[in-house]
C-alpha cells in the first residue's frame, strides 16, 4: 500500500516546486505544536518545496484554546497575576504565529475551502487523536474533501488514544485512501497497522528531524538552572527534584507553567523564549513529549515523569531511542534523577538520533518525489 522510501529522489535543479500545504495543530498556545508546525514546514522548505501551512480557522477552537492557556492548571485555578503572565505568553504565541508562512484562511469545517495543492502533508502532533478535547475526529485531518491529488501523513501520532482502543471503519477508510503514511510514536504504528494491514514508517518528530536555531543567542550571564517544563507533577516528584538541584546549586526554572517548587517562574515565555531557555540550561526535568524531545536535540540530561495522558507518546519516544532509563516515576524519583541527570546524555541515542534521520529523510523524499 505505501510506498519504499528508498524509491524518493532529491528535488532537481529543474524540477517545478511542489505546491505542499502541512495540515497540523499550529495554532495551538503550546510550545511544542508550534515549533512541530515550524520545523516541518522550514524542513520541507529548505527541500525545495512550496510549503505552507493550511490555516485552517474555527472560532469555538480558538475560544477554547484561549481560556486553556488562561487557566491551564485546572481544576486548581490560576491567579490575577498568573493570568497576567499567561496573556503575555498568548501574545508572543500570536506575534511568532504571523511570521509563520501559510495558506489562506478557511474553514476547519469546511476542507473543500482549502487552498489547492500538489501535495497534502498531515502532520505532526495528535492530528489522529480521537480522545482530543477540541479536535478530535475532525474530518479535515483524515484527508476528507481535500483539493490535493495526493496526501501523506509525516509523524503523525493519535497521542493519547489507545490502540487497544483500534480505530472505527470509516476512519480506517479515511486513512486508506492516504498516498503514505509515516507516524511517530509505537501506539500509532500499531492502530494503522490493525486498520489498514499495512506497516507505516516511524520517522522522528520534526524538531528532531530538523533541529530550530532560535533567532537570538543564548544568554551566558544568568547561575546555572535547571528547567523545568510541564505541569502537575506530584508534590513528591517536585521535593525530589528541589532537592536534586539544591544539592548541585541549580536554581529551577518553570518554563510556560507555574510549579511552586521552583525558584523562578517563567509563565510569560514565548515560543522563542523556550527554545532559548532549554538550549541555555543545564538538565532538563518535564511530564511533555516535547520538553524530551527539546532536552534531546540540545544534549542536555534530562528526566521526564511519566504521566497517563503522555505515557503513549513519551514511552513511545524513549523505546526509539534507548533512553528508557530517562522516564522515572514518583516512588523512584531520587535515584531516578541522580542517574540521569548527573550523566552527559549518552553518545548512543544520539547515535540513534541521527540514524533515524536518515530513515526519516528517505521517507520525505519519497513523497516530495
Known amino acids: 500500500m505505501f510506498r519504499d522510501p528508498a524509491e524518493g529522489l532529491p528535488l532537481g535543479a529543474g524540477q517545478a516546486r511542489l505546491k505542499v500545504g502541512v495540515l497540523t495543530f499550529h495554532r495551538c498556545i503550546n510550545y511544542g505544536s508550534y515549533w512541530q508546525a ?87 502532533d495528535e492530528v489522529w487523536n480521537f480522545s482530543h478535547p477540541w479536535y478530535g475526529g475532525r474530518e479535515l485531518f483524515f484527508g476528507r474533501d481535500m483539493p490535493a491529488p495526493r496526501k501523506a501523513s509525516y509523524a503523525a501520532s493519535f497521542g493519547n488514544y489507545d490502540a487497544d482502543a483500534g480505530i472505527d471503519p470509516y476512519w480506517a477508510d479515511q486513512l486508506g485512501r492516504f498516498d503514505a503514511i509515516s507516524v511517530r510514536d509505537e501506539n500509532s504504528l500499531r492502530l ?113 515523569a511519566v504521566s497517563p495522558y503522555r505515557s503513549n507518546k513519551v514511552r513511545g519516544l524513549a523505546r526509539t531511542l534507548g533512553a528508557e532509563r530517562h522516564l522515572v516515576v514518583d516512588d523512584e524519583a531520587g535515584d531516578g534523577l541522580a542517574r540521569v541527570l548527573d550523566e552527559p546524555l549518552a553518545e548512543e541515542i544520539t547515535a540513534e538520533i541521527v540514524r533515524l534521520r536518515g530513515r526519516s529523510d528517505a521517507y520525505l523524499r519519497s513523497i516530495l518525489a
Open 38 to 124: 515550524r520545523c516541518l514546514v522550514e524542513g520541507l522548505r529548505a527541500r525545495g518545496a512550496d510549503a505552507v501551512l493550511l490555516d485552517h480557522d474555527c472560532p469555538q477552537v480558538e475560544r477554547v484554546e484561549l481560556r486553556c492557556a488562561m487557566q491551564p492548571l485546572l481544576p486548581t485555578r490560576s491567579s490575577r497575576d498568573d493570568v497576567r503572565a499567561y496573556a503575555c505568553k498568548a501574545r508572543a504565541f500570536h506575534e511568532a504565529f504571523a511570521q509563520l508562512p501559510t495558506s489562506r484562511r478557511f474553514s476547519l469545517h469546511e476542507p473543500a475551502g482549502m487552498e489547492p495543492c500538489d501535495l497534502v502533508v498531515v502532520g505532526s
Open 192 to 304: 494503522i497497522e490493525g486498520a489498514l494491514g499495512a506497516t507505516p514508517e516511524l520517522v522522528l518528530d520534526p524538531c528532531l528531524q530538523f533541529p530550530p536555531v532560535p533567532e537570538l543567542e543564548v544568554a551566558t550571564d544568568q547561575p546555572p538552572y535547571l528547567a523545568v517544563y510541564g505541569h502537575s507533577f506530584s508534590a513528591a516528584f517536585g521535593r525530589s527534584v528541589r532537592d536534586w538541584a539544591e544539592g548541585r546549586h541549580l536554581r529551577l526554572v518553570s518554563i510556560g507553567y507555574r510549579n511552586d517548587w521552583a525558584h523562578d517562574q517563567l509563565l510569560e515565555a514565548g515560543p522563542l523564549d523556550f527554545a532559548r531557555l532549554i538550549a541555555g540550561s543545564s538538565a532538563v526535568v518535564t511530564n511533555f513529549f516535547h520538553g524530551c524531545v527539546f532536552a534531546l536535540i540540545n544534549r542536555k540530561p534530562f528526566a521526564c
